[in-house]
Structures are given as C-alpha cells and as structure tokens.
C-alpha cells in the first residue's frame, strides 16, 4: 500500500492550492482516503475524509466552506482543494487510509489510519 501527497507549497493568504494524493497497492474502492494536517507544535488533526465506495465525506470545522475533497477512481487518487487559505493552515497535510475495521465516527481520529503518505508543505504567508 502506497499513498502519494503531492501539491503543497507557498501561498498568500487568501489563495488556494490543490493537493493530491495518488494510491497504489490496494483498491481504493472500498477504503475511506482523509487528509489530516500537522502545523509544528501541534497534533496532527483531521481535514478532510471521502468514503468509498459512496463519496460521503466529512470536514473539519475549522475548514468546511473553504476546503473540498474529492476523488477520480480511475485515477485511484484523491483532492484537496483549498480555497481562501489562512495562515493557520500552514502545516504538513498527509492523506491516510485504513484497511481494517474503520469507523466513520473515527474519521477525524489519527490512530484509526496505518497508512499514510509522506507529507506536502502547505505554508500560507504574505
């Protein structure tokens, strides 16, 4: 199993970045795909999570209404679009997926994942 983030970078307050994350090694089909984020200092919290194979997703509070995930399954690959950015979205976003028993109350809780992709920068500044 692999998860590929890619996407980060630098951006002004108020810009947008879309973040990918490719999958390989397993079938995203049946597996929820959520992007958590951890700024330094802090816990690494849930963004973002779409369920497959019905699309629902779910959305951290701090980002609904600015954020949108969204998947292509032929692509086997999941997006972030972040829109109006803040300087307190300044972290590293990761994407993670689970294989086990998984729970859709749990979405936004990192010990339910044990996979995970290697990270993209997102830094929001002027």
């Known amino acids: 199993v692999q998860l590929q983030a890619s996407g980060g970078g630098l951006v002004q307050p108020g810009g947008s970045l879309r973040l990918s994350c490719d999958a390989s090694g397993f079938t995203m089909d049946h597996h929820a795909i959520t992007w958590f984020r951890q700024a330094p200092g802090k816990e690494r919290e849930g963004v973002a999570c779409i369920v497959n194979p019905d699309g629902y997703t779910y959305y951290a509070d701090s980002v609904k209404d600015r954020f949108a995930i969204s998947r292509d399954k032929a692509k086997s690959s999941v997006y972030l679009q972040m829109n109006s950015l803040e300087p307190e979205d300044t972290a590293v976003y990761y994407c993670?997926?689970?294989?086990?028993?998984?729970?859709?109350?749990?979405?936004?809780?990192?010990?339910?994942?044990?996979?995970w992709g290697q990270g993209t920068q997102v830094t929001v500044s002027s």
């Open positions: 993670a997926t689970a294989l086990r028993q998984w729970y859709a109350s749990n979405w936004h809780i990192s010990a339910e994942y044990e996979f």
